[in-house]
């Protein structure tokens, strides 16, 4: 069956980075985009950005351009989301999310578990 | 970037129910590529719809899409207590958005 599994929680100090992983497994890695999706405690989705295993191609939230970075290793089906410069509302969890419909933006039909990022000093 | 505006923000029924979500968008949506998710406490979000009408696998018929250009509805009939959740509308058509979503609860 189609699963994303994501890394572990993680807490942070202001102005450090984190990197959460998320692993695809059931399906063919590359046919389908992979967006991140943040919520911060007792608020709505907010969507961050997208990228595409097939040939890298992304798009970022412009709220998040300067800071985050999304890769991925197709050698081990494997998605990436680097965000810099923390700030306390920050403070979110984090999901990936795979694309319902092959090789073009749509929504999102598989969602990992969620990783809780806290950032405080 | 285009803006959703879900109302209201939250809605108290009783089961056996119906309800309708609104989700209005700042501009029009590129191929009513509108979807609809169901999130639950501590859960993430579940897709219910995707194109606007279209049901995602496994949803119940009790869900139903409509609308086009700006202005899109959720409707849910026959309210059962797995139901009541959060509910949040999303657009692909360029880049992605979300609604701020509404509050299905129990009155």
């Known amino acids: 069956q189609i699963q994303l599994v994501q890394s572990g929680a993680e807490v942070e100090k202001p102005g450090a980075a984190v990197k959460v992983s998320c692993k695809a497994s059931?399906?063919?890695?590359?046919?389908?985009?992979i967006s991140w999706v943040r919520q911060a405690p007792g608020q709505g989705l907010e969507w961050m950005g997208w990228?595409?295993?097939?040939?890298?191609?992304?798009n970022y939230a412009q709220k998040f351009q300067d800071r985050v970075t999304m890769t991925t290793d197709t050698s081990t089906s494997t998605a990436y989301m680097d965000l810099r410069n923390l700030r306390s509302d920050d403070t979110a969890v984090y999901y990936c999310?795979?694309?319902?419909?092959?090789?073009?933006?749509?929504?999102?039909?598989?969602w990992g578990q969620g990783t809780l990022v806290t950032v405080s000093s | 970037e285009v803006v959703l505006t879900q109302s209201p923000g939250t809605l108290s029924l009783s089961p056996g129910g119906r309800v309708t979500l609104s989700c209005r968008a700042s501009q029009t949506v590129t191929s009513n590529y509108i979807a609809w998710y169901q999130q639950k406490p501590g859960q993430a979000p579940r897709l219910l719809m995707y194109a606007a009408s279209s049901r995602a696998t496994g949803v119940s018929e009790r869900f139903s899409g409509s609308g086009s250009g700006t202005d899109f509805t959720l409707t849910i009939v026959r309210l059962e207590p797995e139901d009541f959740a959060v509910y949040y509308c999303?657009?692909?058509?360029?880049?992605?958005?979300f609604g701020g979503g509404t509050k299905v609860e129990i009155k």
């Open positions: 999303q657009q692909y058509g360029r880049t992605f958005t």
């Open positions: 059931g399906y063919t890695f590359t046919n389908f985009g």
């Open positions: 990228i595409s295993p097939h040939n890298g191609n992304k």
């Open positions: 999310a795979r694309d319902s419909h092959l090789l073009r933006y749509s929504a999102a039909a598989y």
